[in-house]
């Protein structure tokens, strides 16, 4: 099974920056999609962005413009930059990879963004 570290978050003012980090435990080369999600209070999980293994991305439509998602194969890393960063932006934000074959869906445990007004 794969492991997944994330880090950077912490507390920043509106319109600021950061960046989050998801290190894994095996290669990241061939998982087919690599993604972070987020979950406020009281609310649902719900995705943020995802990267495939081609280096496809897709950005929910609410970071589209502010978010910006890569990957470092060789460093076994999936990023997220966050710019311009919004009160609504606070949640735990976790990080997951999926893949069909062979059957993976990990996650890890999360790491917290507050953004204050």
């Known amino acids: 099974q794969v492991q997944l570290v994330e880090s950077g978050g912490g507390l920043v003012q509106a319109g600021g920056s950061l960046r989050l980090a998801c290190a894994s435990s095996?290669?990241?080369?061939?998982?087919?999609?690599m993604g972070w999600y987020r979950q406020a209070p009281g609310k649902q999980r719900e995705l943020v962005a995802f990267?495939?293994?081609?280096?496809?991305?897709n950005y929910a439509d609410s970071v589209k413009g502010r978010f910006t998602i890569s990957r470092d194969n060789a460093k076994n890393t999936v990023y997220l930059q966050m710019n311009s960063l919004k009160p609504e932006d606070t949640a735990v934000y976790y990080c997951?990879?999926?893949?069909?074959?062979?059957?993976?869906?990990?996650w890890g445990q999360g790491t917290q963004v507050t953004v204050s007004s």
């Open positions: 095996k290669s990241i080369f061939s998982i087919n999609v």
């Open positions: 997951n990879a999926r893949d069909m074959v062979p059957s993976l869906n990990a």
């Open positions: 990267i495939t293994s081609g280096g496809s991305t």
